[in-house]
Nanobody, 128 residues
Framework: QVQLVESGGGLVQAGGSLRLSCAAS???????????MAWFRQAPGKERELVSK????????YYADSVKGRFTISRDNDKNTMYLQMNSLKPEDTAVYSC??????????????????WGQGTQVTVSS
């Protein structure tokens, strides 16, 4: 288990940008680079959806079709931190964004249950 804390959410107008951070800490038997990391989001009345994920050293990435070309996921293993740069934000991006960690290596198909550690979430609100 690893403890995760998100930050960087807020209120922004459509077309604006935000950068989310996810800091990892806690006593574990693995280093940060042992985890595949991901960002999920959940809007009111909707199911949680996978936004993006990144492999242990960042060579492999995945983006949901709805955010391709606008969002960029990255990680700094020396700082035990993952990031999500969000550009050209749309009102449809409004949601609570959560980071998650998995002990699995990066694969094309991963489910919510593959991620055992979760942050508390940070609110992103995009106005028209």
């Amino acid at each position: 288990q690893v403890q995760l804390v998100e930050s960087g959410g807020g209120l922004v107008q459509a077309g604006g940008s935000l950068r989310l951070s996810c800091a990892a800490s806690g006593r574990t038997f693995s280093t940060f680079e042992s985890y595949t990391m991901a960002w999920f989001r959940q809007a009111p009345g909707k199911e949680r959806e996978l936004v993006s994920k990144i492999g242990r050293i960042g060579f492999s990435t995945y983006y949901a079709d709805s955010v391709k070309g606008r969002f960029t996921i990255s990680r700094d293993n020396d700082k035990n931190t993952m990031y999500l740069q969000m550009n050209s934000l749309k009102p449809e991006d409004t949601a609570v964004y959560s980071c998650a960690a998995s002990e699995m290596g990066f694969t094309a198909v991963m489910t919510v249950r593959d991620f055992a550690s979760w942050g508390q979430g940070t609110q992103v609100t995009v106005s028209s």
